[in-house]
């Protein structure tokens, strides 16, 4: 009659045992404080004891003698299984299988049968059926030491609900683990988080301890007082558990579900397991990505094509190559790093997302990280640390140089900034210019490819002007903003971006300056207001362009100028997908027609708001300043240079949009050279494939030649994402980031309550209705209602004028938004986290858009 003790490792592998016995053995090995045990193999059990599924008595009582013998000192044992696939990495089989706690000596054997008979039970059949598991019927049975536990529970190396691996989770009770196993006792849980550890004590009355009146067994009984008040562990216990947790997961290569006990202050560990996968969450150590959209949302709302996508991930990668090096990187670090640069930007159920890791990685380039990583991500506004590999680090001595050159470099480019930039536009006109002169109706797919590559060449790899003052008008608008708080210049603590307010040189607002214009001329001539009341978009264009009398062609012209300066401004204008005013200007005519019906007009919007916001400004600035010639001298500069810079960051933001109304054209004219050679099913079809797939096709490298049947695939897809819910702003993925991840934030979604607070832009108070909207084609009119929505893009902006006040859930100080209300003197506010979990079209809110605070005043019903 064969056993297996504790100190007998090297039998294991002879003898059918089960998982959970094996990892006895394993935390044994491993130097853990773990109960002394038998195993009863399979073997044995089937054919030893048993003899024609009949127990053998005699057999059996000698047997268990043995056992007691082996284990002696003993009093009372504790009976498990460990079944064949029992406590594996994909099904644990809980509650599967009995175990029995506080068996005597005398009652050894029979509980050995029970736990060996639980192998051949209708529950674990329905399991097996359920998961569509082969289960062979073979099953070993542990017998350990008893131990009368004070504080016993399980503990998880991640957060087993949402497949967090930063995370631990531990669950403790009084007395034995029993009652938390059997759910039927309240249990404190711990999170433990580096450097961020939380609790959650639970209401606790019971705990279940032997059954002292049966001399077998548990029982239920009521806690002390001392145990009513205290949580079951103290801040000692959940370090050694921790630690436990993080060396078992070392040892044994998976992350561990742990059972523990306490015994005078001394930690058992009863067993151990991987955690169980399921569908919703699969363990994953490796390739920790954090995503984040709060930002590039502006920029790409809603679902992205492939084409965008394709296009876009490109740019960014030959973009912050190119920045890199302008910092100090060596080009032959970024040649190593490629990935890093090829991997800023994801795309998460047709949604665009940085790549935290991916950024985090650059900044871990630049020389100053290897001197003072610390300092670097808190200039960064780094608030996630991820691993870097020990290839990123410099020797200081590198560093130095490396700083000292980038430095010397960056102060050059500095100074040839306002060159750089006119050079810049230059070359956009210039470019643009030879590019509006093609005729695209008579060119071939292959020709319109090699258009596009030489307009690449040309124009999209040379972004140095644009990417160099969008580094300097962060650091002057930093400065900017640490200056009026260090020389406290006035207690509204948005004073800085007042200071900035009235740029009349910012391009973004001139669309709107100009359409109104436009807007005020049909608004003045009865008849042209009459035909632009009664009539479609479709049929005044139609109108217009046809017409030879002499108001429409003067009409016409202010169009067509318009539509030349600014047709690529419009909603989703950096999306290929998104048709501009250029390829169809009766989306113009439709933005005209709702100014018309809401008498929007150059009189009724020409307060001269922004420039009392910033005249305001300017004289809490000289009052505060005027007894220092340093402090004048030093922040009238800053404000200068950031006002500049600030102004230029939009402007060339525009030339960005301007070329990429060139990309659009092209890809478009492939769209309809595909379609005419009945290679796809739509014109527009062809931005369900990646620039990528349209060039292999051209040039012979697909490897699909059937570009219809992948586009009805991906329509389908793409249509399931628009119609889902929008994934979280920002949540993790390891592993195969498209396989078992969750993009969807587990946190409550229940709407805040109360007021609610974001970054101040523009400053005014206003009392008003909201109006919660997704789309800005959604309305034509916010009529004096204060617009609430959760991002914007600039072609957003024709609702500004109509808008009493404007509210955006994301979005920064130097966000689209903030800088176009502030030249239109709107008060807004962003960054206001739970705002469209919160706001319901008709509530009433008073928002401060000094402050950025936002009081509720009236709730619709």
Partial sequence: MFIIRHDQQELIGRYTIGGKAENLFRMKASGFNVPDWVVIPDETLSTTLFNQTVVDDSRLNTFAATIVDQLSGTEYFAVRSSAIGEDGADYSFAGMFESFLYVPSSLLGEYIIKVYQTAKSERLKSYCQANNIHYSGKIAVIVQQMIGAEV????????????DH????????????????????????YFVKEHNNSSVLAEKTNKKVFDGMKGKGIVSAPLSLEELNNPTLNENNIKEISAALTRLEKELGKTQDIEFAYSQNQLYLLQTRPVTKTKKNEVKKDNYILWDNSNII????????PLTFSFISKSYEGAYRLFAEFLGVDIKIINEHESVFANTLGLINGRVYYNLKSWYHMLALLPGYSINARFMEKMMGVKERFDIPESYQLSRTTAWWRIIKMASQMYGRYLSLPKRRKQFVQLVNETIATYKQMNYDSMSSYQLMQAYIKFEKTLLNEWKAPL???????????MLQKQCTQYKISSNPNIHNDLLCGSSDIISVQPIHRSIQIATIISADPKLKELFAASSPSEIWQIISTNSEENLQKLKLEIDQYIDDFGERCIGELKLESISYTQDPTGFIRLLKSYIESAITAESISGKTEELIRKKAEEELNKSIHNSFFKKYRIRKTLKKARDLVSARENLRYERTRAFGVVREIFTHIGKRFYSDNIIESTRDIFYLTKEEIFAYIEGRSVSSDLKSLIRLRKCEYEKYSNSPVPSERFATYGAVYHSNDFFSTAKSEPLSGALKGIGCCPGRVKAKVRVISQPDELSSLEGDILVTSSTDPGWVTLFPSASGIIVERGSLLSHSAIVSREMGKPCIVSVS?????????????????????????KVS
Avoid at 152 to 163: K, Q
Avoid at 182 to 189: H, K, M, W, Y
Avoid at 468 to 478: P, S, T
């Fill in 298 to 305: 502006e920029s790409y709302p809603g679902v992205t094509t």
């Fill in 834 to 858: 739970g705002l469209m979990k919160t706001l319901k079209t008709g509530d009433v809110v008073e928002m401060d858009g000094s402050t950025g605070e936002i009081s509720i005043i009236r």
């Fill in 152 to 163: 016993a529970g399980v503990a998880f190396g991640i957060n087993p609900i949402d497949g």
């Fill in 166 to 189: 930063t995370t631990k989770v531990i669950n403790a009770v009084y007395g034995l683990g029993e009652g938390l196993v059997s759910g039927e006792l309240n249990a404190d849980t």
């Fill in 468 to 478: 160099l003052n969008d580094f300097f008008a962060m650091i002057w608008f930093g």
